[in-house]
């Protein structure tokens, strides 16, 4: 079944296929996956190619270069009350001609690939089927080609496609979906039109059921607010509070609400692999080189890593499955993939590896260094980032006892010496960063990747086994990190993470690639297909491969698991709410209105798309959030700079318009808005002059192939169409008054003083805004406090100097922590107390943060405090972080029974306005 959203985008995929992903804008349709006619290659209607196994590396590069013509890739997993996404319009069962040339096997209900072949010699409307491998099965046959091929190649539809039945000496038939845009004006008009072309749609059976909505309840427990007089006696001008006394920390527990958000996991049941059985995993042997002595648990993960390094296919009179891969059940010498139903004589290639994906703080570390002892002998390589790779070398030395130390190299830096296959074969581990990894495959910045292996460097080596620490960095498949890991040749490769999945399924894609799996799910289009929108339909088929492919490749145990037993002291986490005072509330209110005139504009259709809405709804919403932190945040307001960008055509790079271009590309920025090209956070923010914000490798590289915006498709003809970040002018860090207090504040202060009633408690305090920060800051200098701080802006030598403050000096009580910079690679466990004082979108994120106070080492109990402003937009982010907590759950763990609900960006906008 289809539904729809509001979120359109095209990108490119690695693989050679152009992926359409998320326009968080206006034509909010998420287009990444199903099956969809494309261009693909040159070749002709004669005989296809040989069937074989392409190694992931080959995969990766040669689909970067394949960058002449351009693809479509359409995921269709939108709620069908998102809006204007995509509809199932009909069905159409035909057949695929030419497959004598065919020699694989070909399977009933096989997913197979739809490509648009306009090149072909010997029809321009050619519609070319091949399997998930790439390999060519035939052609659509001629006259169908003839009707479809108009409406493909101007983006109209979207086919997704499996094999209807048995492949015969001449043909074999195909059962193809056909998909339309939501809008339904375009609709009306597009079906007319295949009407008109006698397209043979049939509608029976196609239309997408009515899902029940629920959401996950938080405690019912909801005090007004531990801030206590805040909005009492005063005017609606008054803008200093009065004093309070001081309150212990007791008060405000009793006065704040008990929040479990990890909870939201526990309310359904495990996937596959239960506590009960990891429990009973087998355990490896005390490795004689480690100094240190292993957990029980860490010892089995030892055991599963080993396993995994030396993966088996099922023998012929074995019913099992190997990572999807099973043996038919007649044909005991053909393999066939329960995922794709792709069926192949030759023996699949499986993925040596795996996913550890133990909670942070569980020894992950530890247990890859007993791994690099106790497996394949060889070099290891060891990628992580800047701020933890000196990590890894201090743990082994740690560690491993002296008699057995393994020969380290770090690998970075500019001074670092040229490299031979032979050089790297002198140590046991080389270390080395994403950066270094990037360099080592695009030099100089490069577009494409250089063709592998090299004569030098990272990829001039055959690996023992690679470990991505903190892996869940690869995430973005398209990123050069992705490629460049992907490419690395090993003979096991490692991910190593405590969040899997940060947004969305896709998360999980990046990884099963870089791994090595086969089978079709190494392909956006047929991952998307096969899992993502069936996943989030509910469709149980979708869960099960799901589950199959998280008992095979990924071990997560977490801390609260009781055979774990890490003895870690007792966590409390609080939702302290806080009233505004009447002038805060004031303020709140008249932004507030301001939003919801501009969500009706929206969703009452009273402009054409949103296009103009969006930018104004962009800014609020950032206004929002921050009058929850402290009014002097917003500064002012841009209105009538964004009045200048009302068309919804492209505006003329006129200096003025420039500057507003600028405003509107920081709203984005200061919005965490995500590259609608990768799906990811803004990377080097940049904006078109048609008002749509990408990341800039992104957007050089979509201009590079087909010089059309892919959100409206409007004409960039080059890279001077695009609009830079204005510098030193970020919202962030704008010139503020940092001496006013807020009723946020004065509530931080107070737990703050309450807290330092325990000599030896510390605290770290995270905001998203470094402005944020900056406010508080100037209070602590104000009340004496002594404090340190970490944000993005510092060296590492001076992050390393902070660090060292907050662990070792005692008077050095509070640190300010970017929340972005201390979501990875930091230990805090001099600290016992967190204060998040704002929300961020990804709970993932926010629970790395605190699992940097709360891990391995810890001896005090933690108290987590979540401020959050009553009545407001911060409420409503927790409701959406719940939702972001289940979708992580059902990589591991069974949906809730009658929820099937998955969210938009713009889907997210619009409930938190209410």
Known sequence: ???????????????????????????????????????????????????????????????????????????LSQDNDEGSGWVLLGAINDKIVGIRYYTGVATPGEAVLVRREPSNPYDRNAIRINNVQGTQIGHINRLLAGKLAPFLDQRSIVIEATLAGEKGAFDCPIYM??????????RDALEDRLKESRVPLKKQGIAAPKRPKKTVPLPNQRSKTGYLGSSQGGSSNQ????????????????????????????LVQEWGVGEAALSKMPMAEQPEKLKSTLLPYQRQGLAWMLEKENPKLPTPDSNEVAQLWKRHPQRRDIFQNIATSFSTSTPPVLAAGGILADDMGLGKTLQVISLILQGEPGTTLIIAPVSVMSNWAQQMERHIKEEHSLKVLTYHGAGRKCMLPKDFQAYDVVITTYGMLSTGLFPGGAKTPLSTPTED??????????????????RNANTKSAVAATALV????????????VNNMKDLYSMLRYLGVTGGLERMDIFN?????????????????????????????????????LKLPEVMEFIHRIAFRNDEKEKYEAIEAEAKGIKRTITEGRVVKGVNAYPHLLEVLLRLRQVCCHWKLCGARVTDILALLESDEAVALTKENRAALQVLLQLSIDNHEECSICLEELHNPIITACKHAFGQECIERTIELQHKCPMCRAELKDKDCLVYAAVGQDAEDADIDVNTKSSKTEALMSILKASRKDPLSKVVIFSQWTSFLNIIQAQLEEANMKYTRIDGAMSVPKRDAAM????????????????????????LVAADTVILADSWWSPAIEDQAVDRVNRLGQTRPVSVWRLVMEGSIEERVLDIQTEK??????????????????????????????
């Open 490 to 501: 090993a003979k096991s490769k490692w991910v190593l993470t405590g969040t899997p999945i």
């Open 885 to 914: 907590r289940k979708l992580v759950s059902k990589a591991f763990q069974e949906t809730v029974k009658g929820v099937k609900e998955k969210t938009t960006r713009m889907g997210d906008i619009l409930k938190l306005i209410g």
């Open 529 to 565: 297909a096969i899992l993502t929108r069936p996943l989030s339909l509910g469709n149980e088929a979708a869960e099960k491969i799901l589950q199959s492919i998280m008992r095979t490749l990924c071990l997560r145990r977490k801390k609260d698991m009781k055979f774990v037993d």
């Open 804 to 827: 060292t403050a907050l662990d070792q000096d005692p008077e050095c009580r509070i640190m300010l922590a970017s929340l972005a910079v201390c979501s990875v690679g930091l230990n």
């Open 1 to 75: 079944m289809i539904s729809h959203g509001k979120r359109r985008t095209h990108f490119i995929d690695l693989e050679g296929d152009e992926n359409v992903g998320p326009n968080r804008k206006n034509q909010r349709m998420t287009l990444n996956g199903a099956l969809c006619a494309q261009p693909h290659s040159n070749q002709s209607l004669g005989p296809s190619s040989s069937q074989g196994q392409i190694p992931s590396a080959q995969v990766a590069r040669d689909a970067w270069r394949e960058t002449n013509e351009e693809f479509d890739v359409i995921d």
């Open 177 to 186: 979906k056909i998909y339309g845009p939501g809008e339904r004006d375009i």
């Open 239 to 266: 803008s200093v509070p009065a004093p309070l006394p001081e309150l212990g920390l007791q008060h405000f527990m009793e006065n704040s609400e008990r929040f479990r958000p990890r909870d939201v996991e526990k």
């Open 457 to 474: 460097g990272i990829f001039a080596m055959n690996w023992a086994r690679v470990v991505l620490d903190e892996g869940h960095i690869i």
